[in-house]
């Protein structure tokens, strides 16, 4: 069983910053892309970032500059700074990663619970 906790979230005024955190647990041969979506009330879950087993990061044109994704392969852990927030960026973020947990060797995609994240104005 394969297990993603994510943690970080919380209130924060405009212009300020925070740094989510994801990390997978359980039975893991192999990680390959780590992401962070995210979910805002009335909308759609949208993918925020995405990074590879290589480091190679990919962003959403509304956070580029202001979000950098990062991750620690010992650790299975994957990070999100935000910084520079706006109202806007209020929703639930949750990680995402493909992984391979058993002998089949294929990848299977795994969600985190979500993190609020709520920027005032």
């Known amino acids: 069983q394969v297990r993603l906790v994510e943690s970080g979230g919380g209130l924060v005024q405009a212009g300020g910053s925070l740094r989510l955190s994801c990390a997978a647990s359980?039975?893991?041969?192999?990680?390959?892309?780590m992401r962070w979506y995210r979910e805002a009330p009335g909308k759609q879950r949208e993918l925020v970032a995405f990074i590879t087993s290589g480091g190679s990061a990919n962003y959403e044109d509304s956070v580029k500059g202001r979000f950098a994704i990062s991750r620690d392969n010992a650790k299975k852990t994957v990070y999100l700074q935000m910084n520079s927030l706006k109202p806007e960026d209020t929703a639930v973020y949750y990680c995402?990663?493909?992984?391979?947990?058993?002998?089949?060797?294929?990848?299977?995609?795994?969600w985190g619970q979500g993190t609020q994240v709520t920027v005032s104005s």
């Open positions: 359980g039975t893991i041969f192999s990680i390959n892309v």
């Open positions: 995402n990663a493909d992984v391979v947990s058993d002998s089949t060797w294929s990848y299977k995609g795994y």
